[in-house]
């Protein structure tokens, strides 16, 4: 039997949060405005219209292709992709092919085993490494939307020239796991520089995979890492078939999966899977057909005549490059080093930069504060994390009002100790039967009747006081309750 | 008086001095527009009740703010004709074409919008070559316009209707576009002044697109004075157009009495030896004559990529059409594509095959480096003259129907023009005479950004000639 080896390569497209579009001046942001309110003559394709290029959204493509570590064509230009679609008012789609602003990057990840789990145990950071190398990163514009309703369809143009970013990858992939953690560290990266909200849900981030498998005829040849092979020394498969309409990380996986069965069955047929491009069911779970090579077009690409060509000087792209900010994984180590903090918490708390940003903040102010005062807690940067994630506390609280809250939550609890014996003695007699289920040895019990007096106390006992008096109390009326019994 | 045989500065000098007002100066375009057009079909869309609205509000802000008011307005109260391929908001625009036969426009072109700040006065949209596609007006879907010296012949196009209705008094001055020879064909065809600016020096916003790296926005006038004096309001940068150039638009109207001694003069040898008509060279050569009488010194350059110009032109030229084009595709608005006239379908054809793949290399790319090589020639020219004289086109104005079946003869009369469109420089059209009572004009040629030395050297040469003076008899 054949080995059979996935080749994945994805494309995805991410929409600018910029102010205006991408060649005119109105809004970009288009979700859930009222249908064809904002548009112009530009984005409505008119005749006699020019485009004229957003310069906030070619910063921002130099930045996500520097983030991304790419080189920079120090010319670029925008060329005419042409094909016939309603929703594409001018016949064809400014976008960029043969100089596009950034090219030959990578991307390195943290790879945990086969599938990724979030661990509680830090020791699990010492993961694989794997490079997924960037082919280009360029810029175009978004087309308009078909709303069909019953027989007719409508189109809404409010999208139609929203800067679009296609990144592009070289088919570095070979599972559905890394497609998915790759995604998302990239959708956290395009989140940390401020440049799309990259919503799968709304749209603004769109997924593409191309998808082959690769037979490797000799079953005891070792297979080689394709990650970290030169493309030059392995052969692509004949054919690529790409999927469309996917618009969920779950949906990405289940549709890679889907393919590489339906390939593999082909290929251990002896067939070759056709060239095509698929649609995604989600529903199903299944890919379907769209269309075949034979009906793919051809793009007639030339120079955008309407945009001189872009020449980017030397000073620009050093400022751009000083926007590029801390990035999640950087940010993730740091935070694991610096704070000691659980990995699976400092992975959770860095996926979004707004939230470790608070997390700073409130720790250093903490810092401070702890240090004047004569209680000194340790540890407290884990606490904090704890607070955070667990919506312990409101983010929406200033970060002075969240450090005083931590500090009243995370001091010894000063512990009115009579009403605290009153008031356990109460619990007991209210709940025989539990005393009776942890005498009887449910240790477990005992947390019942604690959450019981600390909700008697409002927080206002020191849990490790509760539970001893709690246990010294249950020992002496099981002394009087033998009494008892015996008389 | 006829007044609408008066230049703009004899109107504007007349409006002044209360001779007349803005709203005779309309009648008097709209009377002969009644009187002529059945003979010239120069107008597909006639803004009569508009024009006179307009008309009679500029008599009002003159009558308010006084002579003053021409600083600001230097066109008020005159009536002009716009090309029907610029956008003019809610005053129907159909490029010459039934495709958009009932396309209104929400906006208008850049340079209409400047027109009518300065207060000029749309009487109407001229016919052309649908989408500026020929050189006599014949491809227009609304029937072909006649040349006011000549009724039998064409007026030259694309911007055919716009040269019939000024050399014939039905306005002052009219808009057209340039993209091979569509501004300059028609003003040598009908006796009048036609400017190609530079590539970039007049926004293209809001006119319909032929062939976007090859068209520029002219205007056709009769007298020089009024040409400079119409590109000093059209020109300069525009945010809507990334193609326009943030230079400085000088008052071209001021330097006109400059004196042109000295002037470096440069004769393409190349434009001078095949399918040149015998009268057209004597004519021209007589014009050289009285150049250098005016203090010009005549040398003759070389232009050696001249015979690879028109080839590299029509493919460049329809592969930007096919691409412009696509948006006619009759899903949004308009009729069907099968509605497009021949020439249309033939340039449509033409640049999708030059450009979809495995053909684009052999032809797109390799016209676009001979263009390159075009450019240069001018480049090097211009750094031994500083103008080029040539005629404008190599024959008279033709008869109707008398190219019409060849199309490759008919690209042969834009042969002496298309290669300053691939070059990107601008020439001017200047009336040098007539043969046979048919009008022949003259090509001067400057470097990137020289309008002002252009019509320098047209000013002086027309002070010398006059032949402005000789209407149409019709």
Not at chain 1, 378 to 407: A, P
Not at chain 2, 157 to 172: D, M
Not at chain 2, 278 to 285: A, D, G, S
Request: glycine content about 6%; aromatic content about 8%; some cysteine.
């Amino acid at each position: 039997m054949n080995n059979y080896i996935p080749v994945i390569g994805l494309e995805i497209h991410v929409e600018l949060k910029t102010k205006s579009k991408m060649f005119c001046g109105c809004p970009a942001d288009h979700f859930a405005k009222k249908p064809n309110s904002i548009c112009c003559p530009v984005c409505l394709g008119l005749p006699g219209a020019l485009p004229v290029p957003n310069k906030k959204a070619i910063e921002w493509t130099i930045l996500l292709g520097k983030t991304l570590g790419c080189a920079i064509n120090k010319v670029s230009k925008f060329d005419r992709k042409h094909y016939f679609y309603p929703d594409l008012p001018k016949g064809y789609q400014i976008s960029q092919y043969d100089e596009p602003i950034a090219t030959k990057g990578k991307l390195s990840l943290q790879i945990q085993s086969s599938k990724f789990k979030v661990q509680n145990d830090s020791s699990k950071l010492k993961n694989e490494e794997k490079t997924f190398r960037i082919h280009r990163v360029h810029l175009e514009e978004d087309t308009g939307k078909l709303i069909h309703k019953g027989n007719e369809t409508l189109i809404d143009f409010n999208r139609s020239g929203v800067p679009l970013v296609e990144i592009v990858t070289e088919p570095d992939f070979d599972n559905a796991d890394d497609v998915k953690r790759f995604l998302e560290e990239l959708q956290v990266i395009v989140r940390y520089l401020g440049i799309s909200d990259a919503d799968m849900e709304k749209g603004s981030m769109r997924l593409e995979p191309n998808i082959s498998v690769r037979e490797i005829p000799n079953p005891k040849s070792q297979i080689p890492n394709i990650s970290k092979l030169p493309i030059t020394n392995y052969q692509l498969p004949k054919y690529k078939v790409e999927v469309k309409n996917i618009n969920s990380f779950r949906f990405v996986k289940q549709a890679i999966e889907y393919e590489i069965e339906r390939q593999t069955t082909l290929l251990e047929k002896g067939e070759t899977p056709k060239q095509e491009t698929r649609g995604f069911n989600s529903n199903k779970q299944i890919t379907y057909s769209q269309r075949s090579k034979e009906e793919a077009h051809d793009y007639r690409y030339f120079p955008e005549p309407d945009i001189p060509p872009m020449i980017f000087n030397d000073d620009w792209l050093k400022q751009i490059e000083k926007q590029i900010p801390e990035l999640p994984q950087a940010k993730l180590e740091r935070f694991v080093k610096d704070y000691s903090l659980k990995f699976s918490d400092a992975f959770i708390l860095t996926r979004d930069k707004k939230l470790s940003n608070y997390f700073e903040q409130v720790n250093s102010k903490f810092k401070i504060q702890n240090s004047k005062s004569k209680l000194k807690i340790k540890n407290y940067s884990q606490s904090i994390i704890n607070l955070i994630i667990n919506n312990k506390l409101s983010k929406t609280l200033t970060i002075g009002e969240f450090v005083n809250k931590v500090i009243e939550l995370l001091a010894p609890k000063e512990t009115d100790e009579k009403l605290l014996g009153a008031t356990i003695t109460r619990i007991i007699e209210t709940n025989k039967k539990v005393v009776d289920d942890y005498k009887s040895g449910k240790q477990n019990a005992i947390m019942f009747l604690v959450g019981q007096v600390m909700r008697e106390m409002k927080g206002k006992a020191d849990a490790k006081i509760v539970i001893n008096m709690l246990k010294s109390k249950i020992q002496s009326s099981n002394v009087r309750s033998s009494r008892f019994n015996r008389d | 008086m006829n007044l609408s045989n008066l230049t703009i500065k004899e109107a504007t000098l007349g409006l002044k001095k209360k001779k007349f007002s803005s709203n005779q100066l309309v009648k008097a375009c709209l009377d002969k527009i009644k009187k002529v057009e059945k003979k010239l079909n120069a107008f597909i869309t006639i803004n009569e009740n508009g024009a006179i609205d307009q008309a009679n509000n500029c008599d009002l802000y003159f009558k308010k703010f006084g002579e003053g008011i021409f600083e600001k307005k230097p066109l008020l109260g005159i009536p002009i004709a716009i090309k029907d391929l610029f956008s003019t908001k809610d005053l129907k625009t159909t490029a010459g074409s039934i495709i958009i036969n009932k396309y209104i426009p929400p906006f208008d072109a850049t340079v209409v919008k400047k027109l009518k700040n300065a207060g000029a006065i749309i009487v109407g949209k001229t016919n052309e070559d649908a989408w500026g596609h020929g050189s006599s007006g014949e491809n227009s879907d609304h029937g072909p316009t006649r040349n006011p010296y000549n009724l039998e012949r064409v007026p030259g196009g694309s911007s055919s209707g716009s040269g019939a209705a000024v050399a014939s008094g039905e306005c002052f001055m009219a808009t057209g576009t340039d993209t091979g020879s569509s501004v300059r064909l028609p003003a040598a065809y009908c006796n009048l002044v036609g400017i190609k600016p530079t590539y970039g020096r007049v926004s293209r916003y809001g006119i319909i697109a032929m062939a976007s790296s090859f068209d520029t926005v002219g205007h056709l006038t009769k007298t020089v004075y009024d040409n400079a004096l119409t590109l000093e309001i059209t020109a300069g940068k525009d945010s809507y157009d990334a193609t326009t150039v943030p230079k400085d638009v000088p008052k071209y109207t001021h330097y006109l009495e400059k004196s042109i001694e000295g002037l470096k003069i440069g004769i393409p040898e190349e434009y001078f030896i095949s399918g040149i008509d015998e009268k057209v060279e004597n004519k021209i050569l007589s014009a050289i004559k009285q150049l250098q009488k005016l203090g010009g010194k005549v040398n003759k350059i070389s232009l050696p990529h001249t015979e690879y110009a028109m080839a590299t032109y029509y493919i460049l030229v329809p592969s930007e059409i096919s691409s412009n084009l696509s948006k006619f595709d009759g899903i949004r608005y308009g009729d069907e594509r099968e509605l497009f006239g021949d020439e249309a379908k033939r340039r449509i054809m033409l640049g999708t095959y030059t450009l979809s793949s495995g053909y684009y290399d052999a032809y797109y790319l390799k016209a676009a480096k001979v263009r390159t090589l075009v450019k240069r020639d001018f480049e090097e020219a211009f750094k031994k003259v500083d103008v080029l004289i040539a005629p404008s086109s190599p024959t008279l104005p033709f008869k109707i129907g008398e190219k019409a079946a060849d199309p490759l003869q008919m690209y042969l009369s834009d042969i002496f023009l298309c290669p300053v469109n691939l070059a990107g420089m601008p020439s001017l059209n200047v009336p040098m005479g007539f043969i046979d009572g048919l009008p022949v004009g003259m090509q001067i040629i400057g470097q990137q950004f020289s309008e002002k030395l252009l019509y320098q050297v047209a000013y002086k040469y027309e002070e010398a000639t006059q032949y402005y003076k000789i209407s149409p008899k019709i």
